[in-house]
């Protein structure tokens, strides 16, 4: 239990250290703070609440075993009344119980689940929650946004993200799509990610992101200003585009033994307007 404790601490401190480090980077941008950043402090104090959600949970579960486990060894050399026996029953059921909340809190990381293929691992096999945001510095400043998910007559589900940002904007202001998975995945075995989107026009573009638990993560650029090199794949598929992208090339700041979140990210420098983004698919690959 101490450990388990531990490494909760452990990771709010880390956590708190990057938090401060992002706040200071964007107190010295002021207006001109990358969207990226304004992203991850705003998923860094998300994550920080959970953790100490989770910290206080388990104290308080060590708490209530310390306190109804008898710790009287005297006892087991009298026999024990049936009213006696019934009580203790009843109390090695409680503590069973709360041991199990425990054990489901702290299970943290998974392992891909069966699901894909042996190869690959489809997201949607993955459990998350999806939602899409928008948000400003300037409160007026601010976009809108709608998530539909789309059944297809293949029985393959889409996610259709609409946005609107303002054509200019004094300070950050921007949106997105996010897969917050519900434990984190361990992707280590994994080396390129696979993107299959529908862009509304071919200018148009988007910033893909993977956060591992500590709030570390790469932007990728998605559209026109995806790199023009050798190792990432770029393909049509009628309205469709495909991009296969090398992970430890393109997302080596982030520990993909515990990735948590994937994001598709816009903001006023690179898409202002009314725009809308399909996406249908990310998957990874062994090979």
């Known amino acids: 239990m101490s450990e388990d404790i531990d490494t909760i601490e452990e990771l709010l401190s880390i956590k708190k250290k990057r ?21 991850e402090i705003e998923n860094l104090r998300t994550e920080l609440d959970r953790l100490e959600r989770k910290h206080t949970a388990i ?19 009298h026999p024990l009344s049936l009213n006696q026996a019934i009580t203790r029953a009843a109390v090695l059921l409680v503590v069973i119980a709360i041991l199990g909340v425990i054990l489901y ?9 069966s699901g894909s293929t042996d190869t690959t691992l489809a997201l949607k096999s993955i459990p998350f929650f999806a939602f899409s945001w928008s948000r400003a510095d300037v409160k007026n400043e601010q976009g809108s946004n709608n998530l539909t998910v789309i ?33 984190p995945q361990d992707l280590s075995e994994y080396s390129r ?6 862009f509304e026009n071919p200018g148009d573009l988007c ?3 993977l956060y591992d638990i500590t709030g570390n993560y790469n932007p990728v650029p998605l ?36 990735v948590n979140e994937i994001s598709l990210a816009v903001d006023t420098t690179n898409s202002p307007g009314n725009h809308y983004i399909i996406l249908h698919n990310i998957e990874f690959l062994k090979q």
Do not use: C, M
Request: charged residues 20%; glycine residues 4%.
């Open 19 to 39: 938090l401060h480090e992002l706040e200071k980077k964007a107190a010295t941008y002021g207006i001109d703070t990358p969207p990226a950043i304004a992203l």
């Open 59 to 77: 104290i308080a579960a060590s708490r209530t075993i310390h306190s109804t486990i008898p710790l009287t060894p005297a006892a087991a050399q």
């Open 105 to 113: 809190i702290l299970g943290t990381t998974n392992k891909p689940p």
């Open 151 to 183: 059944n297809n007559n293949d029985s393959s589900t889409s996610y259709k993200f609409d946005y609107s940002l303002p054509i200019t904007s004094t300070k950050y202001s921007g949106s997105g799509l996010t897969f917050r998975l519900e434990k």
């Open 193 to 198: 990610v696979r993107i299959v989107i529908t």
């Open 207 to 209: 910033y893909i992101l």
């Open 223 to 258: 559209g026109i200003r995806t790199p023009k090199n050798q190792d990432i794949s770029v393909q049509r598929d009628g309205d469709k585009e495909i991009y296969t992208i090398p992970l430890k090339a393109y997302f080596n700041a982030i520990n993909t033994n515990v």
